[in-house]
Nanobody, 123 residues
Framework: QLQLVESGGGLVQPGGSLRLSCAASRSIGDYYAIGWFRQAPGKEREGVLCISSSGVILNYGDSVKGRFTISRDKAKNTVDLQMNSLKPEDTAVYYC????????????????WGQGTQVTVSS
């Protein structure tokens, strides 16, 4: 089974930036869609951004529009989440997840998940 490992989380001040990376255990090539999700304490998990195997991007909502971007490097088998203009409400554990080919609005349709990385936005 495909294994995913997130990295790049940490503590950042409001208005700052972080770049998260999701590394896959094998080639994600032209087969896997990779999504980023987050879960804050006491809240439900929500989708952030997803990129399909063909490069189509799904934005799950307006909360990160214009601030976060997603990109993939097939040679390195990584998918990065660039987060700019961070706000305290972005504080959460961020997870990446994989499924075949296309993104889905349903998190339970992603079969492989990483362990998560903590992002804390605070002054």
């Amino acid at each position: 089974q495909l294994q995913l490992v997130e990295s790049g989380g940490g503590l950042v001040q409001p208005g700052g930036s972080l770049r998260l990376s999701c590394a896959a255990s094998r080639s994600i090539g032209d087969y896997y869609a990779i999504g980023w999700f987050r879960q804050a304490p006491g809240k439900e998990r929500e989708g952030v951004l997803c990129i399909s195997s063909s490069g189509v991007i799904l934005n799950y909502g307006d909360s990160v529009k214009g601030r976060f971007t997603i990109s993939r490097d097939k040679a390195k088998n990584t998918v990065d989440l660039q987060m700019n203009s961070l706000k305290p409400e972005d504080t959460a554990v961020y997870y990446c997840a994989a499924r075949g080919y296309d993104c889905s609005v349903y998190a339970d349709r992603f079969g492989s998940w990483g362990q998560g990385t903590q992002v804390t936005v605070s002054s």
